[in-house]
C-alpha cells in the first residue's frame, strides 16, 4: 500500500468520529478521504492565527482546540472549546476575504482532518441533502454562539457560570441510567479554569460556584465527568 493510500485510508478510519460523515455512502466518503489531509498539533500550538487569509476548512478529531477572539491590545478572550466532531472555517468557507479576529490554537495534543476551503465548498454543493446537513451542524453551532454572548451579558457571576455549565451540558451532555433513574452525564467536562475563561470569571469563582451546585445535590463530580441529577436554571 502506498503512503497516498495509508493516508487515505486513515482518514476514512477517522471519518466515523464525526457526525457530519456518518450517514454517508463509501463513494461520497472515498471522495472526501481524497480530498482531505491529517496534521497533529501539540498543547497550546496555533491551528490557526487571527488575521491570516488561510483557505481551510477543518473537523476535530482527536483532543480538543480552544476559539480565541484577538481584541485591541494582544487582549484574548476565549469564545469556546472545539471537541471531537466540531468543525472550524466557515467564516472563509463563503467569503474568503472577510478578516477573522478569530484564533485556533490546541487546547491538548489534537488532530484534525484538513480540507481546502474551496474543495469542501464544491464537494458538499454536489449534493442537495448533504448541504442541508451542513446547515443544520452550523445552525447547531450558531445557537451554541448566541447562547455563549447571551452568557457574557449577565452582570452575575453566577449566571454566567450557571450558564456556560449549560451550554455544555445542551452541547455535549449524553443521558444515561443510573440508580434506577436517567441522568445527564458530561464526559471529558472541561476543567474549572476553562469554565472560568469561557464564563468571563475567575477558577476561584468558578470553583466555590460548583461547590454549592454539588452541596444542593444539582451535580455529582466523577472522575472526568460531571453527572447532573437537578436541571440547572438560571432565575431572573
Given at each position: ?67 480565541l477572539y ?29 478578516f477573522s ?64 455549565l449549560m ?70
Amino acid at each position: 500500500m502506498s503512503q497516498n493510500q495509508k493516508n487515505k485510508q486513515n482518514i476514512l478510519d477517522l471519518f466515523p468520529k464525526i457526525n457530519f460523515f456518518e450517514d454517508l455512502n463509501e463513494n461520497t466518503l472515498d471522495k472526501f478521504a481524497e480530498l482531505a489531509t491529517i496534521q497533529s498539533f501539540q498543547n497550546s500550538e496555533t491551528i490557526i492565527l487571527a488575521g491570516d487569509t488561510h483557505d481551510i476548512f477543518f473537523f476535530i478529531t482527536n483532543g480538543q482546540a480552544k476559539l480565541l477572539y484577538e481584541g485591541k491590545n494582544s487582549k484574548e478572550s476565549v469564545l469556546g472549546l472545539l471537541n471531537i466532531g466540531d468543525f472550524f472555517g466557515e467564516i472563509q468557507l463563503f467569503n474568503e476575504n472577510i478578516f477573522s479576529n478569530i484564533s485556533v490554537k490546541a487546547e491538548e495534543e489534537c488532530q484534525i482532518i484538513i480540507f481546502k476551503a474551496k474543495d469542501f465548498l464544491d464537494e458538499i454543493s454536489k449534493d442537495s441533502k448533504l448541504f442541508m446537513a451542513f446547515l443544520t451542524e452550523q445552525s447547531r453551532k450558531l445557537n451554541r454562539a448566541y447562547m455563549h454572548i447571551a452568557s457574557l451579558t449577565m452582570s452575575s457571576t453566577k449566571k454566567r457560570v450557571l450558564t456556560c455549565l449549560m451550554l455544555l451540558i445542551e452541547e455535549s451532555g449524553i443521558r444515561v441510567p443510573h440508580d434506577g433513574r436517567v441522568i445527564t452525564k458530561l464526559k471529558n467536562r472541561p476543567t474549572q479554569q476553562q469554565i472560568a475563561e469561557l464564563s468571563g470569571t475567575t477558577r476561584e469563582t468558578v470553583n466555590r460556584e460548583m461547590a454549592i451546585l454539588i452541596k444542593e445535590g444539582y451535580i455529582e463530580l466523577s472522575e472526568k465527568d460531571l453527572i447532573l441529577f437537578k436541571e440547572l436554571r438560571v432565575e431572573d
